[in-house]
């Protein structure tokens, strides 16, 4: 069901056993490896989920938006929740400051990893943590639990919504495709510098970006990280365009992508035209930020 302001449409819902009852897998992963948006509606109650010692069995709705999308061996579809902090309906927000990066698949797998920012030192090692007792959350199945005294606690889980739905806002055009190297592939520098002074809203696509948190990055699934782009610079006589990214977490590829201990970071990336990106990201365990760089082929979106 499309949305005639706003362009946002039902690609995929699944029941609370994360079965398929309209759209596809194929149309969501499709709509990702086209640059699309993502948000995510689920239903659950809130002494289900939220408080199980209370006796309040009423029903909540949650729309949240899913601003880093992953698109895993074209098909393959999860997003991140990257700039979501921890909050304790319906009151106030969590205990302790942090993110809370939410990952969900387009197969209902969910995951968080939570890093910690408030520079309580850690007592423990990366490393597996016992699994929690979950008995009061009959709904809740967690899978994994990794470095749970460390400053960067991650989690694999399902949790069973009333219903979960995926919804995409599908209006990107792609205006450029070039390789690591800059070769152009489709589109061109020209159109992408035409739009950018029109003032267009621009997103990019980059291929392979998570494959060194990989055992063996050339092994690493075939994988494209899309985020939305901020502030962009188009220097006219070389015909170069860089910007910088808006807030993205890294995760190991893999099917379902999940989180594991050291399989994850956080940060910004500065992309240019040429495949050069200018890697500045964030060790979730101790929360110093290092320098990187690497070339990356890589496609380009406005709207």
Not at 116 to 132: A, C, E, F, K, R
Not at 151 to 164: G, I, K, L, Q
């Amino acid at each position: 069901m499309a949305d005639s302001k706003n362009n946002w449409k039902t690609a995929l819902v699944l029941d609370e056993g994360r079965e398929p009852v309209s759209g596809s897998t194929d149309a969501l992963a499709a709509a990702i490896g086209r640059g699309a948006d993502l948000r995510i509606y689920t239903e659950f109650r809130h002494n289900e989920h939220i408080d199980t010692t209370s006796d309040n069995p009423e029903l909540i709705q949650e729309v949240a938006d899913f601003r880093v999308t992953y698109l895993l061996e074209r098909r393959w579809a999860a997003g991140i929740m990257s700039l979501r902090q921890p909050v304790d309906l319906p009151d106030a927000f969590g205990p302790r400051p942090s993110m809370s990066f939410l990952l969900h698949n387009q197969n209902g797998q969910q995951a968080i990893a939570r890093p910690h920012l408030d520079g309580v030192p850690s007592t423990g090692i990366p490393g597996p943590s016992p699994v929690g007792d979950h008995s009061r959350m009959p709904k809740y199945h967690q899978h994994d639990n990794w470095d749970g005294a460390t400053n960067a606690p991650s989690s694999n889980f399902v949790y069973d919504f009333e219903t979960y739905r995926f919804y995409v806002s599908d209006d990107w055009e792609e205006v450029l495709s070039h390789t690591a190297n800059g070769e152009i592939v489709s589109g061109s520098v020209d159109a992408l510098a035409e739009q950018f002074a029109r003032g267009r809203e621009f997103k990019v696509g980059i291929q392979g970006l998570c494959a060194d948190l990989a055992d063996d990055p050339a092994a690493a699934p075939a994988h494209e990280i899309f985020a939305h782009v901020g502030p962009g610079y188009y220097y006219t006589k070389r015909k170069l365009f860089l910007a910088e990214t808006h807030p993205l977490v890294r995760v190991r590829p893999s099917i379902p992508l999940a989180y594991g201990s050291r399989g994850w970071d956080f940060g910004c990336l500065m992309p240019r035209t040429d495949g050069f990106v200018a890697r500045w990201l964030v060790d979730p365990y101790t929360l110093k930020f290092r320098k990187s760089e690497d070339r990356y082929a890589m496609r380009w979106f406005v709207r």
